[in-house]
């Protein structure tokens, strides 16, 4: 009942099937406002879930922002109407498309027969148990994965040059980053990243400073360095160690500081 990052990998890998989604975890209370309308965005752009994860630290916190709220000037919708479409009677809600989003017709919107399957299903909607199919339609939605990761925004880097930097996710991003200056006033060479932005996972954006620094630690609020593990997965780079808290209650930057010494020695 308390605060935690225990389900990131969770949230990645939980579903009835293999598909693609979308992974956020607002830093402040601005990215949760600006994040929860990219999220829309992105869910209906590429018809997939759109998750964001914020922790109990984050929605209890109060924040002074630099700049106000502001509501997206334009708001797309991404609906195909008979107009849009070359043949509308000849329209099949999952066709295969280069990109993997098929064209959405809304039903009794026009002449385009809209026919939906929960289960496996044709181009057409229908159901089946046909292999090829199946291949065809999860390769489908397996292709949206090269301009999903395109949407995907880089870690906050914070003296990205340095020698040690700390990597966390999510709320974490203040108290690391205050650890951060009480290291270098300190004579540390140290630096952090933060992500927001976590699936597709942005490794291309990230791994140039992961690679240039001589070490970097995980700075995570769960007992498995579950951020850690990802970016094993996806980068075959390993975190020199990693400073977790999991009692229920959020970092204090002293609490970094400490532990990040005692590995420094």
Known sequence: TRTAQGDLLFVIHASQDEFPRFVFAPRNVYEAYAITARAFHLADKYQVPA????????CDSWFVI?????????VNLFHSTDDDLENPSTYRRFSVTKSGVSPRALPCRGKALVMVSSDEHSEDGHMTEDRFERIKMVDKRNA?????????????????DS???????????????EAVDILRADGNDVGSLSFADLWPFPIELAGEALQKAQAFFMVE????????????????????????????????PIEI???????LR
């Open 66 to 74: 630099k700049r106000p709220f502001e509501i997206p000037s334009a």
């Open 257 to 263: 500081v400490k532990d990040i010494q005692q590995h």
């Open 144 to 160: 949206k994965l090269k301009d999903m990761r395109n949407e995907m925004q880089a870690p906050e880097i914070y003296f990205g």
């Open 221 to 252: 609020q769960n007992s498995g360095a579950q951020l850690g593990q990802l970016i094993r997965m996806q980068s075959g780079l390993h975190p020199a160690g990693a400073i977790l808290k999991y009692d229920g209650r959020p970092f204090f």
């Open 51 to 58: 998750i964001i994860l914020a922790d109990q630290f984050l």
């Open 163 to 177: 020698d040690i930097l700390l990597v966390g996710w999510g709320s974490t991003q203040g108290a690391i980053k």
